[in-house]
């Protein structure tokens, strides 16, 4: 028992579980909370713990009072405790503490009937019909438009009613063993000091995704949800969560137009001013798009913005942005990276003005990708890179200077500065090769001791 105790405290420790709080929040009586949930539930970011550390810090629902301390088990029950109003819940400041129990579906209708795409779908669009107007050999390669298109937009409007959960401010979700959420969005707009953690998150599909022809050489269809989103907000803490499609893959999904079906979007994306944001100990599986940090390229409201910590992560068997940056000051520091198979794209996106601080990361590859490829060019002018190192195949690890290899292979040269040194790390940076000892097993939703 000793033993037991001693290794279930030294996690604690590690992870920063310290409360906040009261480490016995007083809990709904029906549901009966563990001396390890209620500590974790009303656990703060620890001090420097990454940009979410900066100003004020992030507290999330800490503070919640027992009338707003919940276990939810469906999306009314989620609703209800973010507010009552899904609609108007983004603005609903007071604290509170939310643990998910369960499986929380964003297809949960009225009375917990499933609900369909058919469901959602405004009676104006058949995707038959969509696709036989908007076929390029028939329509060209404008933009749709017209009443199809028209009807695909009402379409995303219901949909977006039903699968897009609103977070006010001051807000702590947190997942108790086993939690997950499936299909549907965490919108974190206008709402700063919020929390995550311990969640898995599950196909976020998009029932009604958009054919855009001019994107690209030959066109993409583009889809609309996150699993997590944060837009126009601060302090936002996101931890020990994981990110998969589950059994409805983009690789399982048909081709239109020569091009794939894309029902899919990031994984958590910081966008539109968003920024002190720390996303650390997630795993992210499975995946195309994972982290866009900076949804445009236009010179405006995010310069200055967009900072944002990612550490301890594990990227494994995804395809891109991990991350891909505009503007903001990205630290990347003591991530997993393992990535491979014939549709991988590149891992760190250096885009229009971005200032990305890659330190000690651990890439495992297969023999298909070139540590040259590692870091794709988007516009932008330089990088800080340090510390990596490299697993190929079966053979061992080496330190590799990922930006002299990509300046080998690539032009123009990026430069060697990013232009500031990261300050708020809350524990010293670890030597990349210890990575993947310590972020495998930890990693990801039902690693805490919850």
Excluded at 120 to 125: E, K, V
Excluded at 222 to 233: G, K, L, M, T
Excluded at 319 to 339: I, S, T
Aim: with cysteine; aromatic share 8%.
């Amino acid at each position: 028992m000793r033993r037991i105790l001693t290794a279930s405290t030294a996690v604690a420790i590690l992870l920063g579980a310290a409360p906040a709080a009261a480490a016995h929040p007083d809990v709904p009586s029906a549901d009966r909370l563990s001396w390890a949930a209620g500590h974790l539930g009303r656990q703060a970011l620890p001090a420097r713990d990454g940009w979410a550390a900066d100003g004020p810090g992030t507290t999330g629902g800490s503070a919640a009072t027992p009338d707003r301390t919940r276990v939810v088990h469906d999306r009314a029950e989620l609703v209800a405790a973010l507010g009552g109003d899904n609609a108007g819940n983004a603005t609903d400041a007071t604290a509170k503490l939310i643990y998910v129990d369960g499986v929380i579906d964003g297809f949960e209708g009225p009375a917990g009937t499933p609900l369909s795409c058919a469901d959602l779908a405004d009676p104006g669009y058949r995707l038959d019909a969509y696709l036989a107007a908007y076929d390029p050999a028939v329509w060209g390669r404008v933009p749709p438009s017209g009443p199809l298109e028209e009807a695909r937009v009402r379409s995303v409007t219901n949909q977006t009613r039903q699968t897009q959960i609103n977070v006010g401010p001051n807000t702590t979700i947190i997942g108790l063993r086993g939690a997950r959420l499936t299909g549907l969005t965490l919108m974190i707009d206008q709402a700063s000091n919020v929390i995550v953690r311990n969640l898995t998150l599950v196909d976020a599909r998009d029932c009604f995704p958009a054919w855009s022809p001019t994107d690209g050489e030959a066109g993409n269809w583009n889809s609309q949800y996150d699993q997590i989103s944060v837009r126009r907000s601060e302090n936002v803490w996101v931890d020990h969560n994981t990110f998969t499609d589950g059994d409805n893959p983009d690789s399982a999904q048909p081709v239109y137009f020569g091009r794939p079906y894309q029902v899919h979007d990031g994984s958590l994306d910081v966008t539109h001013t968003a920024s002190l944001v720390t996303a650390s100990w997630n795993r992210f599986t499975g995946r195309d798009k994972l982290l866009l940090i900076g949804s445009s390229n236009t010179v405006g409201p995010d310069v200055g913005r967009l900072r944002v910590t990612v550490h301890h992560n594990l990227f494994d068997g995804v395809l891109q942005r991990l991350p891909r940056v505009r503007f903001g000051q990205v630290d990347v520091y003591n991530n997993h990276y393992r990535l491979g198979g014939d549709d991988f794209q590149y891992a760190l996106g250096v885009g229009v003005q971005s200032a990305i601080y890659a330190q000690n990361n651990f890439f495992s590859l297969d023999v298909t990708v070139d540590p040259a490829d590692l870091i794709y060019d988007w516009g932008g002018t330089a990088l800080t890179e340090r510390g990596s190192w490299v697993r190929q195949g079966g053979g061992a690890a080496r330190p590799v200077d990922l930006l002299a290899a990509h300046n080998a292979s690539h032009d123009p040269d990026l430069a060697a500065d990013a232009g500031w040194t990261p300050t708020l790390r809350r524990d010293p940076v670890l030597p990349a090769p210890l990575v993947p000892l310590l972020v495998g097993p930890l990693a990801g939703a039902d690693r805490l001791p919850i």
